[in-house]
């Protein structure tokens, strides 16, 4: 059974960093792309960053670029998502997740989902 279980999440002050892991388990994750999404309060699911198991291949949402870096650990099976320079909009509930064969930003391509972790940015 493949699970997702996200850690690092919390409250930062505005221009501060936090990282977010994602914990990876249950198959083998060769061929699959794992994601970040955020959810912000009253608004769609949305995507952040992704990165291609085999190979390292990333992608990532403009409002993000330049700020957030994701990278893996092969070895540990798990994704990491360093956030720079956080703003009060980048609020919300990260989500991990993974998907077969794509590099993308479309949630409904990714077919695994973690349970989230809380951001809270202040101004």
């Known amino acids: 059974q493949v699970q997702l279980v996200e850690s690092g999440g919390g409250l930062v002050q505005a221009g501060g960093s936090l990282r977010l892991s994602c914990a990876a388990s249950?198959?083998?994750?060769?061929?699959?792309?794992l994601a970040w999404f955020r959810q912000a309060p009253g608004k769609e699911r949305e995507f952040v960053a992704a990165?291609?198991?085999?190979?390292?291949?990333?992608s990532y949402a403009d409002s993000v670029k330049g700020r957030f870096t994701i990278s893996r650990d092969n070895a540990k099976n798990t994704v990491l998502l360093q956030m720079n320079s956080l703003k009060p909009e980048d609020t919300a509930v990260y989500y991990c997740?993974?998907?077969?064969?794509?590099?993308?930003?479309?949630?409904?391509?990714?077919?695994?989902w973690g349970q989230g972790t809380q951001v809270t940015v202040s101004a």
């Open positions: 997740a993974a998907g077969f064969g794509i590099l993308g930003a479309t949630e409904r391509w990714y077919e695994y």
């Open positions: 249950g198959r083998t994750f060769s061929g699959y792309t």
């Open positions: 990165i291609r198991w085999s190979g390292g291949s990333t």
